[in-house]
């Protein structure tokens, strides 16, 4: 086997070569060196999922220390949407990182910051008046969204569904489901957090959207009451939770009761928003408009950037000094936003996830049709999985799951699991993928199946 050289002036973007290349074991020498000097040196709480050293990506590729060339079928947990080193965002952070590169928002503004918010409010769903305020990830920008609306409503109680992930920080791991890893240990977590029953259409027996909402609707008012609650927060499709897919009419029944209740609803986006799923933000799917959103991941190419997004009156009710933080709204963060977003528009990668989507549904559906293990395909856009069964009883079958996930990454392809039983497959290319390694990439997922 040749070890490729790999020089540091190495650069990601799309002119990396396309392809899926295997020139070493995975993993190679180089990334078996740089696991032992992590395993020596950084807490074994912070996991990997891929045993790798990387030193370039782009495209739909991550290059490796010893060469070895894989695709990307995670996109960093759905946040390099416009793929790695996307040329207009290296060009903005850049032009900024020689301008200025922090002044705290708080002490002295800058354009980057408004104009994100600006922004923003204008492709966030509903056309009435918006504010937003930006902050560094998903977690901190969920707990100014909770704040926010504690604040707005004078209520305290917090709903939030089975299989959620909200973040890792105290309140956001008292709104995640999943004990282990979020949880288990790590309490006490946050009081006036409830829980409600979601609509998943696979698990649930084939509840309506309908007959699923007034379940949860019920549920919250006979053990919280809406003179309590401040705020239901959901992810549009659940991200870490499995990818599921509400029952359709599930999500604008709780928007409406909300509304009617004075709850704000806040739409967890962070995994879902920014073009990924074929639209701006996934709620539009549905038509609805949440009160507040909350965006983060896809927002600036791989830069720590998040935001809340929503209605002004709602976000105007904090008093001044009451949100922000040193970091938040970083002019770089702010710069590879904006150059991101308009990538995003101005080289049509919202059709391409749609695109993407449909090449993702059509093969697992193919699969699927020959392979009952694959108990069910679901998702949108480029935010599609496959939840993996036992096929006599439907019972999940998360050993499989690993098996076909370390197969793949065996043979060259970052895929990531998720879900409540740890049975998901999930799939979350960076738009820029091509066609032929996408197909690629579950031409190995299908032999990871078949070899299983
Ligand atoms: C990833 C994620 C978060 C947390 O974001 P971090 O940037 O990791 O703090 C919150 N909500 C959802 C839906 C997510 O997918």
């Known amino acids: 086997m040749t070890l490729v050289d790999t020089p540091a002036t190495m650069t990601g973007g799309p002119a990396l070569a396309q392809e899926r290349r295997l020139v070493t074991a995975i993993p190679g020498p180089r990334s078996q060196e740089l696991m032992a000097r992590k395993a020596a040196a950084v807490a074994s ?26 695709i990307d079928l995670g996109s960093g947990i759905a946040v390099t949407g416009v793929g790695n080193s996307a040329p207009r965002v290296v060009d903005a952070v850049t032009a900024q990182l020689n301008s200025f590169t922090h002044t705290c928002f708080t002490v002295s503004p800058y354009e980057g910051y408004v104009a994100v918010a600006e922004k923003l409010n204008e492709l966030t769903p509903g056309d009435h008046v918006k504010r937003s305020a930006l902050f560094n990830s998903g977690a901190e920008a969920v707990e100014n969204a909770v704040k926010i609306a504690r604040h707005f409503t004078k209520k305290q109680a917090v709903v939030a569904f089975d299989h959620a992930y909200h973040g890792r920080t105290n309140l956001t791991m008292g ?21 409600a029953p979601l609509s998943y259409p696979f698990r649930d027996g084939g509840l309506s959207g309908a007959e699923a909402a007034a379940r949860a609707i019920s549920v919250i008012e006979k053990q919280i009451g809406a003179e309590n609650l401040a ?15 509400p029952a359709q009419g599930f999500l ?31 709620s ?18 791989g830069l720590p950037l998040s935001a809340v997004t929503g209605r002004a009156d709602i976000m105007d009710s904090a008093m001044a000094g009451g949100l922000g933080g040193t970091y938040g709204g970083n002019p770089l963060a702010c710069a590879a936003a904006l150059a991101t977003i308009e990538t995003y528009e101005e080289d049509g990668l919202i059709e391409r996830a749609r695109e993407i989507g449909a090449v993702l549904i059509g093969r697992l559906n ?3 049709t020959a392979d009952p293990r694959i108990g069910d395909v679901r998702g949108r856009g480029a935010m599609v999985a496959i939840e993996l069964v036992d096929p006599a009883t439907g019972a999940p079958d998360a050993a499989l799951t690993n098996a076909v996930a370390k197969y793949a990454h065996a043979n060259g392809v970052v895929v ?14 960076p738009l820029t993928i091509s066609d032929e390694l996408l197909i690629d990439g579950l031409s190995v997922v299908a032999e990871g199946l078949k070899n299983a």
């Open 252 to 282: 604008p029944a709780l928007v409406e009761w909300a509304a009617a209740n004075n709850v704000v609803f806040i739409a967890d986006e962070v995994q879902t928003g920014f073009a990924r799923t074929g639209a701006w933000f996934a």
């Open 416 to 429: 990531l699991t998720c879900g409540t039983y740890g049975n998901v497959i999930r799939f979350l290319p």
């Open 284 to 301: 539009e799917h549905e038509g609805i408009v949440p009160d507040l959103v909350v965006a983060a991941k896809g927002i600036a190419g």
């Open 231 to 245: 705020a239901i927060i959901i992810e549009p499709i659940q991200g870490e939770g499995g990818f599921i897919v």
């Open 366 to 368: 193919a699969l699927r």
């Open 175 to 195: 709104l995640t489901a999943k004990n282990i890893p979020y949880k288990s240990g790590f309490g006490p977590f946050a009081s006036e957090v409830y829980r």
């Open 45 to 70: 709480g912070v996991g990997h999922t891929l045993p790798i050293s990387v030193v370039a990506a782009g495209g739909g590729v991550i290059v490796d220390a010893d060469g070895n060339s894989l």
